[in-house]
């Protein structure tokens, strides 16, 4: 086949400069957030009686609360904490995605079978039942809502990497390479690392939306975070109280944050699935 | 042959079933063990009149003062023979109390599920055959923004939208206040199921609409379908006869698998609109240390969400003609 | 290097009493693709093509496969994926195929035979498929009234109308497919690919249908790899080469080694045509037989994981210097022996051993065992001197690193042996993506031709590939193995290409395939030329 390979690499029109221009925007929106969100204090969310139930306005870009403080500080606040904590639960699930879905198959056996059973247990009853039992039996709090999200979300990455790492196993690359001379450290580091690398960094980016969200979830259901931690889902469930009497920013304002950073996150991890994907990059 | 072959799936399907029912039994026995919660404590809440001697004997009547594997032991057999103990929040028995509430919210449940399943279908098709185009962006951009919204955040913007803004919906419950049950109308019923309903079936419209279009544009893209252009199909025909039909099958396949979401989903659509089912059940079994009921909730759940898988599967079996009989070789 | 053929040269093939039916002129189609890291890459799979079909006749368009001939076909029938752009001149019946002509007579008087099954939609079944052409076809006379009558006339049952396309075998789908453009009653039928697969019994049948079309007066343009059956049924033959049409030929120019071949490239292609000049003379790798080095295995058993047993008691030997070809129908364990042969596998029972002669004891003496239970513990691996070639080299080659590193982890390969397997300098640039199946096999068959290579196993080496990559790719390897005295394994299923490669063969098939019967190739295989 006659073809010409044109390395389109520092075209800026290109989909390659757009979706890494994407991925670097939407990163470092996200790493300002969450340094703005953790420098807010206490003592800047001032509690001024007279300012309460302030609707949007320019004093207020997003009103202000029953006690009158601003919500445009609080949701960055709250946005931040609930940051935090999908972090967390994103980097514990990978970590266990990893350990389960290269032991598993590398195992084999027994082994493989019982991370297969547990993937399937994990899969087959909801969700938000089973964190709402761990962060039970765990006190609530930050312990809980985080040990409930990690132990439901390991599983979806876990068969990621399992089912790559089987492939790899098999592959006929890797037996050749052996039969070549070539030790288990140059078939690890050469043919292996670079083909799982890539999905996990994808996989786990694409952990982050669903932790995050989890966590408002159980939050705002009031199995979460405490009501003094103003997380995300903390002001949205406070915000319940005052939805049938017309108070409509406390939920609205919030709730979009949420979803922004939400997208903004999916955005990054789709970008660079492009990016290191063959198979994702048909457009 | 097919005999041994349906003989040997459903045993293995019921000894799946078994070993997961019981590792669940046993699992959600220790978490609510180590929780912290004090049922006792949880029943009779702050109440200072109620004495030690008292909350013993509450205890007592629970069986709480033994030891857990023993009370794991008589819990499960009693278990077994259909005695799923009794509900501390409502004082009634977990089946009956599981069963008025189940039905309550499989009605809601229900009503999403066609819903989201309809309309996730007809928007995948659409986004699928006009693959790269300006309807594909848009159904594209839309199902991913609705996928990272929370499904109780949907549910307060239809309550500020359609119940407080425009006053047209009732915001809560499955039923007026102080109507009595019996005296409810099928219309009224029905007012207040839309909202949660509607609610629950946006956030399922993703996940049905994006694999439609994946499967769509797969099969748009696929050799038959290429043979079917070159025959002279038009796109109408093509969609009607080649894409419908066999994206289908996966689509259905799907929306069943898609079971444990629902019930996911409906623990906060029940909550937002405080309506009167399953989720909110378990809300409160949670939060007041119901273990009987919760117990009860997490069985239910993982049935709802195994039949689901089972329907998928037989699906696959039944209906596609190349599960049905074996291959040419 | 590439001529470009003039027009004249086909227009005054024809009489003055041929009408063109379908012609091209200067055909070019490019398209752009993404790939890993997302660069951009413009494919130019046809260059400049042009060709003339007449009524009445069956024009074949051959090249190598994989080289974008079925692009041709798309091109014509107006199916390209939108990421294509064509430029040059189609006419049909003198008319200049525009969108709208071309949606008049897609389907009707113009039908594309496609290659496979999967062509065929998985939840119609066979009636339902047939009767699509039919609705096209309401105006027009219709020749075959019912279904049944239509099966019967390529020899398939009624009872084939109810079955769904993956109950049909790869003969019957093509003859489905046929079926289908006898529905329309097409008067020009593209045929894409009809021969790869089908055994000697089905392509005659094909080929017979499309001389009875010719009979019918229908045109038909043949598009083909397989230059056997373009020689056997063509009027004429269109030589497609690098995205070019080379030239176009009369089946007679491809006799006497097709010196009356314009092309070098249709030269070569005559060349590798058995029966032609064989890629190796034969004699030459004779006499090898006091080797001192051995390949043996002992009575190897196997069985698949389901219990089926597939290898009972083998005992092989080759020696260093030997070409033995291993010939068996599919399913008779032939690619589990060369696993086993080359270490992949472990035998249930028996041995595979590397033996060398000791003049001083007059006895062989044990030097390696292949893929010992030790070996596999062991951590650090050492060079193989047993190497399998795989007949996906696509699969033998790690997609995520370029074709330089894969040099690199054979420790190095010589120049000289680059040039000679027709690797270009530039090739060790690209991903594997990048290259076709034969070229990749090319990089696959040298990483492993070094001095530590003793023995050599090609598992259908060159199935996948065209008759040209085919014939340098055992060239290389016979020239190598004369030189350099290794044993080869040649496994294939097709017997030609064994009697032409090979000293001896073995057979698996038989009675069941409880032995191997060992002997000369005259005794195992009967010559079929």
Known sequence: ?283 | MGEVRIGKFILAKAVRLATLLVFLCILTFTLLELSPIDPVTAYVGADPAVGAEQRERIAEHWGLDKPPVERFCSWFSSMARGDWGTSMIYRRPVPEVIGSKFLTSLALMLTAWILSGVLGFWLGIVAGTHEGRMADRLIRLAANVLNSTPAFWIGMLLIMVFAVGLGWLPAALSVPIGVAEAEVTLAERIRHLILPALALSITGIPGICLHTREKTCEIMHSDYVLFARARGEDLHSIVRRHVCRNVMLPALTLQFLSFSELFGGSVFVEQVFSYPGMGQAAVQAGLRGDAPLLMGIVIISLLFVFSGNLIADLLYRIIDPRMKEGGYE | MTRRVDSQNFTDTGGADRRSVLRAEHLRLTFAQYERGLRVRQIEPIRDLSLELYQGEILAVIGSSGSGKSLLAHAIMGILPYNAAVSGELYFRGEKLTEKIRERVRGRELFLVPQSVTYLDPLLTVEKQIRISLERNPSRKKRYQSIEKLLGRYGLGPEVGRYYPHQLSGGMARKVLLACAMAADADVLIVDEPTPGLDEDSLQDVLDDFARLREEGKSVLMITHDINAALQIADRITVFYEGESVETAYPEDFRENGIRLKHPYSRKLVQALPGGKAPEEEGSVAGCLQQSLRLRAEGIHFHYGDGQEVLRGIDLEVRAGEVVGLIAPSGAGKTTLARILAGYRRPDRGRVVLERFDPALGSWTLEEEINSPEKKRRADASWCPVQMILQHPEKAVDPLRRMQALLEEARGVPKELLEEAGIREEWLERWPQELSGGELQRFCLVRVLNERTRFLICDEMTTMLDAVSRAQLWELVLDYARKHRIGVIVISHDTLLVKQLCTRAVDLSGTGVSSLQLGPLSNTITPTI
């Open chain 1, 1 to 283: 086949m006659n073809s010409k390979t044109r390395s389109a690499f520092w075209n800026l029109s290109g989909v390659r400069a757009r979706a890494i221009a994407c991925v670097t925007l939407f990163s470092l929106l996200f790493i300002a957030l969450l340094v703005t969100g953790s420098r807010i204090g206490e003592e800047d969310l001032l509690v001024s009686l007279d300012n309460t139930f302030q609707a949007p306005g320019l004093g207020h870009l997003f009103g202000t609360d029953w006690v009158g403080r601003d919500m445009l500080l609080r949701t960055i606040k709250g946005m931040s904490i609930s940051m935090q904590v999908g972090l967390i639960s994103t980097v514990l699930s990978a970590v266990i995605a990893v350990f389960l879905g290269v032991m598993a198959p590398v195992f084999g056996g027994a082994a493989d079978h019982l991370a297969a059973w547990l993937i399937d247990f994990v899969m087959s009853v909801p969700h938000t039942i089973l964190i709402i039992l761990i962060s039970l039996a765990c006190g609530g709090g930050l312990r809980g809502v985080i040990t409930g999200v990690v132990c439901t979300h390991w599983t979806s990455l876990t068969r990621v990497i399992r089912a790559e790492v089987l492939q790899l196993k098999s592959a006929e690359y890797i037996h050749i390479a052996g039969k070549l001379g070539r030790g288990r450290w140059y078939i690890a580091t050469r043919h292996m690392l670079p083909a799982i690398l890539p999905q996990l960094a994808v996989g786990a980016v694409l952990l982050f939306p669903h932790a995050i969200l989890h966590e408002a979830s159980i939050t705002f259901l009031g199995f979460g975070l405490p009501a003094h931690e103003p997380a995300i889902g903390v002001i949205l469930s406070e915000s319940m109280k005052y939805l049938t009497v017309g108070k409509w920013w406390l939920a609205l304002f919030p709730g979009i944050s949420l979803v922004l950073v939400t997208v903004m996150v999916e955005a990054i991890g789709k970008n660079l699935e492009k990016l290191v994907s063959p198979h994702a990059a048909h457009l």
